[in-house]
């Protein structure tokens, strides 16, 4: 009997996980057709790959294998508040293989039980807070365990090998290695696990956190030196924002809905905005921040991989090979940025209703008269048939008036609109607009033009709206679980490729390094402010104006 012919949860009671995959994956391949025949392969393509990559592990295949999970760089903020939690959060759902281990490994002195405690506080059960929340802490927080040693002694990692075989047991391993370090010694972690530390038997991984580098020559160096003691497919070069829901949707918004995949194309589309604003500075991170920047930080990398998967073509499957090839040819069809296209401004200090706002240059870790950018906006241009002549334009600052980070895409104004005259000499006011809210609030919005009920002949705009907490009742995983799934099954799709990274830093060294060369002293806005001005007249240059500033949101 078919799952089609008994309740769902009947014959799921009856199927191992993997038989209860293979079926539905039968079904698939015979039925799947008509999505081919609709003109959609790729919809019938993403069912077939959801299911085989599932989590659909058999009881024989778990209990002969162990997953032993090394957080290098446990001690630090980034794995208390981020990958802890994630893991946690993995175990909880049961995403988690049977036979698996956690160790932090780091420089400071701890025991498993200090550990244990420290990483206790971080952990939630925002999933489902009434099943046996505190019962699932403790079986998770009982498979943690800690190691202290040297980034760069093979020593003290041949030691954390000889603890990890324990907890093995002699079965199958695969081992995952979360560098939670910074950069510079990347390279001396990967070496000592690489050469100590490896699975003899299973699969050994290492995921990797931005920056890769500050420019194309640092970016490849560290390439090249992981690739002494790696090959391409073990490094997991993570960025979190391609773990955001909204930016995995961003494919199946376009390439499973007919309505939107024939507009994507300068033919209709004006303009695109990629946008990424925060309402705090750096309060206490200056110091790395002042040595990056506003450009390097978040636009070389976050936005820039935004604008890759929403300009790229359609791949020809859902493997990350096809996916990560069409992103690179997007990133190698885009002209480097020019300094013209560029502004760059930095917060300052000031006073509002008895409050007083510091300055980026007045944190304890910034070097006075620093000109270290803390906001950028730019055009980039696609030199392809797809998008000739359509200016994506990036924005992200810190210190701003509101937290976001969205994409809006502008439609072009409609030929002969018999409504010109509602609308007066402003056309703007009429123009379409898509947009996806990436954080926080999650959702999806058009804006449309539609009549006032009433005699007259009053016209509004309105939104057609999907938000999220309205919609859907489950709450969105945090980015890093996706990511630390998606290393564990070895999936690729959101990790980013060498050369795609070489492609990447193309278009920004030349303007880094002119900005470092004449020393361009960022202009200044107020603390909490809208930034800058010279971003509206970057925009207005390009025919442009930024969609978040219209005082019409959602």
Request: hydrophobic share 40%; charged share 25%; glycine share 6%.
């Amino acid at each position: 009997m078919s799952f089609f012919q008994m309740g769902l949860s009947d014959f799921f009671k009856n199927q191992s996980k993997k038989a209860f995959g293979a079926q539905i994956l039968k079904w698939v391949s015979t039925k799947c057709c008509s999505f081919a025949e609709c003109g959609n392969p790729l919809a019938a393509d993403h069912i077939a790959h959801q299911l085989k990559e599932g989590p659909f592990i058999s009881g024989s295949e778990s209990s002969e294998s162990t997953l032993s999970i090394s957080v290098v760089g446990a001690s630090g903020d980034l794995a208390k508040k981020k990958i802890f939690p994630a893991l946690f959060a993995l175990f909880y759902e049961d995403w988690l293989p049977e036979n698996f281990t956690v160790y932090g490994y780091a420089r400071t002195k701890m025991t498993d039980e200090e550990l244990r405690e420290m990483i206790s506080t971080t952990l939630t059960c925002r999933i489902d807070k009434s099943a046996n929340c505190g019962d699932k802490m403790d079986q998770f927080l009982q498979r943690c365990f800690y190691h202290s040693g040297q980034y760069s002694s093979e020593e003290h990692f041949a030691e954390l090998d000889k603890k990890l075989k324990e907890k093995e047991g002699g079965k199958l391993a695969n081992r995952l290695f979360y560098l939670s370090i910074p950069p510079n010694i990347f390279v001396d972690a990967v070496r000592c696990a690489s050469l100590r530390a490896s699975s003899a038997s299973g699969w050994t991984r290492i995921i990797v956190e931005k920056p890769f580098g500050r420019d194309s020559e640092s970016s490849g160096e560290l390439t090249k030196s992981l690739k002494k003691y790696l090959n391409e497919d073990q490094i997991f070069r993570i960025d979190h924002y391609l773990g955001k829901e909204l930016v995995e949707n961003l494919s199946v918004l376009r390439f499973s809905n007919l309505v939107f995949e024939p507009l994507w194309s300068r033919n209709y589309i004006r303009n695109v905005q990629f946008i990424f604003s925060e309402d705090f500075g750096t309060e206490g991170r200056g110091g790395y921040f002042d040595n990056y920047g506003i450009i390097r930080d978040i636009m070389q990398n976050h936005l820039l991989q935004m604008v890759a998967l929403f300009a790229m073509e359609t791949p020809v499957s859902l493997d990350a090979e096809d996916i990560r090839n069409e992103k690179v040819k997007v990133l190698r069809s885009m002209e480097p940025l020019r300094l013209e296209d560029v502004i760059v401004g930095q917060y300052k200090g000031h006073s509002k209703g008895g409050k007083s706002y510091p300055a980026y240059t007045d944190d304890p870790t910034v070097p006075k008269g620093s000109i270290t950018p803390t906001f950028a906006a730019a055009a980039l241009f696609i030199n392809n048939a797809r998008w000739d002549g359509v200016p994506f334009l990036m924005k992200a600052g810190k210190a701003l008036h509101t937290r976001r980070a969205e994409i809006r895409v502008q439609f072009r104004h409609v030929p002969g609109n018999l409504y010109k005259r509602t609308f007066g000499t402003d056309l703007d006011k009429a123009t379409n607009e898509l947009v996806l809210r990436v954080q926080p609030d999650e959702a999806i919005y058009l804006k449309i033009n539609n009549k006032v009920p009433g005699l007259g002949m009053r016209l509004d705009r309105s939104d057609l709206n999907l938000l999220y907490k309205a919609r859907y009742a489950r709450e969105i995983p945090d980015a890093y679980e996706r990511l630390l799934l998606d290393a564990i099954e070895g999936e690729r799709r959101l990790f980013i490729r060498s050369d795609e990274l070489d492609a990447a830093w193309a278009l920004f060294t030349p303007l880094l390094k002119e900005l470092e060369e004449k020393k361009i002293v960022p202009e200044l806005y107020p603390n909490g402010s809208r930034g800058p001005v010279g971003a509206h007249y970057l925009a207005a240059k390009h025919n442009v104006r930024w969609g978040d500033l219209s005082g019409e949101e959602l």
